[in-house]
């Protein structure tokens, strides 16, 4: 018993990876913010994962989905800078919300988590741009680094405002999402618990 539930587990992980890999390719731009910074849905895989198998999980499918973007596309620095902004921004937002879920397993649980998430992933991808990525962006790229005070305004102009709105439209379609499989996910629980 526990051996198929392994192998379902990696075979669900590995699929939810390849679907997240997918969604990637998926992304758009949001009218008024930097081109540079585009939506795509591929945290909803990951995030599904994490809440049927844990946290591991959830990492696992943005680890494996922006490594199979770099495979793929590459990146403009050569250096994948852009994928593993991606994959932390990923863990800053599915790590609260399976957190927060796990305690309240119920409707308004899960939406607090995701708003949770989302602010995490807001107020700490601005952070860690301003100190890690921003600054690796320039130097792979051989830019000039600009004042703080331009970086500064970039990051409240541009990137806190797109993480909060891409936290807000993965987590409307998760909430669709979940609302679907909510009977097919309690299932998965109890025969975990077993």
């Given at each position: 018993?526990?051996?198929?539930?392994?192998?379902?587990?990696?075979?669900?992980?590995?699929?939810?990876?390849?679907?997240?890999?997918?969604?990637?390719?998926?992304?758009?731009?949001?009218?008024?913010?930097?081109?540079?910074?585009?939506?795509?849905?591929?945290?909803?895989?990951?995030?599904?994962?994490?809440?049927?198998?844990?946290?591991?999980?959830?990492?696992?499918?943005?680890?494996?989905?922006?490594?199979?973007?770099?495979?793929?596309?590459?990146?403009?620095?050569?250096?994948?800078?852009?994928?593993?902004?991606?994959?932390?921004?990923?863990?800053?937002?599915?790590?609260?919300?399976?957190?927060?879920?796990?305690?309240?397993?119920?409707?308004?649980?899960?939406?607090?988590?995701?708003?949770?998430?989302?602010?995490?992933?807001?107020?700490?991808?601005s952070v860690l741009n301003y100190y890690v990525?921003?600054?690796?962006?320039?130097?792979?790229?051989?830019?000039?680094?600009?004042?703080?005070?331009?970086?500064?305004?970039?990051?409240?102009?541009?990137?806190?405002?797109?993480?909060?709105?891409?936290?807000?439209?993965?987590?409307?379609?998760?909430?669709?999402?979940?609302?679907?499989?909510?009977?097919?996910?309690n299932r998965q629980w109890n025969i975990k618990?077993?």
């Open positions: 018993m526990k051996q198929r539930v392994r192998i379902k587990k990696m075979v669900t992980v590995g699929m939810l990876s390849g679907i997240a890999y997918l969604l990637m390719w998926l992304s758009f731009p949001l009218p008024l913010l930097p081109p540079y910074l585009s939506v795509d849905f591929s945290d909803v895989p990951a995030l599904l994962a994490a809440i049927l198998f844990g946290p591991v999980a959830g990492i696992t499918v943005e680890a494996i989905k922006n490594l199979l973007h770099y495979m793929v596309q590459g990146s403009m620095t050569g250096v994948p800078v852009g994928q593993l902004a991606n994959f932390t921004a990923g863990i800053l937002f599915i790590l609260p919300t399976y957190y927060i879920f796990k305690k309240i397993r119920t409707m308004k649980g899960l939406g607090l988590g995701l708003v949770v998430g989302t602010a995490s992933m807001a107020v700490m991808m990525f921003l600054p690796a962006f320039a130097f792979f790229l051989n830019y000039e680094v600009e004042s703080s005070s331009v970086v500064i305004k970039s990051i409240v102009y541009g990137i806190l405002p797109f993480n909060i709105i891409k936290g807000l439209i993965v987590t409307f379609l998760f909430l669709l999402l979940y609302k679907k499989l909510s009977f097919w996910l618990n077993i």
